[in-house]
DNA sequence: CTGTTAGCGCTTTCAG
DNA sequence: CTGAAAGCGCTAACAG
């Protein structure tokens, strides 16, 4: 392995000239610079990363928490993961995955954390900058930094939309209940339902205890007993096909009979679906995009707003009358 | 931040008793053991684990390459990972997410590194230890380690059941030409269709130019113009829904007039298809394992197989007669 | 069985 | 503008 020293002995220079060479944290003639490159080029020099990070204790490593029921993460995480993974890398940052609840983490000195799906009660202290996706518990979120989807907002205008349109009932399957997210989408569609009559309206969360397709499924089969429903919104497509084959065997019409939409699309084939499905996107690329970007500026000591609320945008398909 | 010598300190102790005590590298009194662990936690000190690697020269990260068209991972190296995190966590191990082609890779010294999809071409020399998600090309076949399903075999299992209701044609949707997995399961098929007379066959690549499902739905349409197909096997089950689509926009009953099987399931809901699709378990989590599992024991220098051959189940459902 | 000490490769004052 | 030298916190011979 070639140091530091080998470079400085080729160039004829000392090693921490070398240094301000490469970190541009000194004045330095043209020509030393240059004998040095050359001396860098020739040996193949690459510094010693570990090295370098015990004397500035800087890693520019940032550590992401995949926080989810199973441990690993869902594909709305994946999507969030890609795209911060590119600003990461644009930046000159490594990602490093730490599954939650493992004390190796602490082992671990990152510079930055993010930390996915904030859960309900959450209440942990953490030393190094962070940032949240969504929005964090009640418990923290006065000083935390936090990036979400506009949820209570987005929830509130897309049921007044479809409200329109409802004759009978309105059901909605939400995400689980100890989500943050839950809650907002919750108040959302609450708040588009405020002096609303002659509708059933229901509102239930996902329990986990089984596949979501199989939970909608169920949901709905119960719900169509007692009453009648003739729109729908789900948390996702994977609920949406849960629905979509009740409606099959069930002789309902999509979308006269009953009109269906998913606020998250995992599949990443609503234009699949037969009718297609419409659906809200979440924009999980802006989302990763943002987390990123103010990580990386709260790590290096630049101002960033507390919180940062990207749009959604509800996209209308066959789905919807 | 308290170091290693206000440990030693406080326990009356010099440092590299300290450091013994915490490695278990040399034998040590109970009495001294005992101070030294207690100091520690009253000091609650972690040892620096920059300074550790550098002493050490083990990093215990390791890193891996999510290489995909998109430069972003997709369904199942998701459902891969999440295994490899677990096995890494378990084993003290740290998973670094390295996006191909990024210079920044060079830098960080990982103890190992995970490779995935394999394509025709790969020639790359890595100096770190690795292992291969999938067949590497031919280039590197010898030296390689490599974790795998039996896609060869499993092709040729799967078209073998399937000829026995094969009536008119059958087609194969394969994934992109340039991955060695398309090259494996190419020859499984036509393995399974040697001396087979009287039916059409038609074998054709995913292109990458347009959505998976898309895609499928086009190559369907086309071949049905020309010929008649009552068997298909598509890479995925979002090719699934282009199919599915096409077969319902033109009467074509599943399965009755047209037998349909996917071999990856990237949406996790074949269930949820009406009729519900037949798919290959392609055993993710089992493969995130063998390679978690294999990597560590080359990197701690135990002997491994050259390849190992996860092997895939087909699930039978009502997609197919 | 325990302590001393010389590195690991790089950064960063501080003199020159 | 350049170089010498003192760390960063830890490990691992080597003496004792």
């Excluded at 040095?36 to 520019?60: C, G, P, W």
């Excluded at 009660?121 to 030393?127: F, G, P, V």
């Excluded at 659906?279 to 709260?298: H, M, P, Y």
């Amino acid at each position: 392995m070639t140091t530091i020293n080998d470079v400085a002995k080729l160039a004829g220079v000392s090693k921490s000239t070398v240094s301000h060479v490469f970190n541009n944290t000194k004045f330095t003639s043209d020509e030393i610079k240059e004998r040095v490159l050359a001396a860098a080029k020739e040996l193949n020099y690459k510094s010693n990363y570990y090295a370098k990070t015990l004397a500035t204790n800087q890693s520019r490593v940032i550590g992401i928490q995949i926080d989810s029921p199973t441990g690993s993460m869902d594909t709305f995480q994946k999507k969030v993961i890609n795209s911060i993974l590119r600003v990461c890398s644009e930046k000159g940052y490594y990602l490093l995955l730490m599954p939650i609840a493992s004390e190796m983490n602490d082992y671990f000195p990152i510079d930055g954390l993010i930390l996915m799906n904030p859960k309900i009660n959450d209440t942990k202290s953490i030393r190094a900058p962070h940032i949240w996706l969504g929005r964090p518990s009640k418990n923290m979120i006065e000083t935390a930094y936090y990036v979400d989807n506009d949820n209570r907002n987005m929830m509130q205008k897309l049921t007044s939309m479809l409200l329109d349109k409802v004759k009978s009932g309105i059901s909605f399957i939400n995400t689980a209940a100890d989500m943050t997210a839950a809650n907002d989408r919750q108040m959302g569609f609450q708040a588009a339902l405020q002096d609303v009559a002659n509708i059933t309206v229901n509102h239930v969360n996902y329990d986990r205890t089984i596949n979501r397709a199989a939970f909608a499924y169920d949901v709905l089969k119960t719900q169509m007993q007692t009453q009648t429903i003739d729109t729908i919104i789900v948390d996702d497509d994977v609920m949406a096909q849960g629905v979509y084959k009740y409606a099959l065997e069930n002789q309902i019409n999509i979308p006269s009979d009953l009109a269906v939409i998913a606020i998250s699309e995992s599949l990443e084939s609503s234009e699949y679906f037969t009718p297609s499905l419409s659906c809200v996107d979440l924009n999980e690329a802006t989302l990763g995009e943002a987390i990123a970007t103010n990580l990386i500026k709260l790590i290096q000591d630049q101002a960033i707003a507390n919180k940062e609320l990207i749009t959604t945008n509800i996209k209308i398909k066959d789905s919807l009358r």
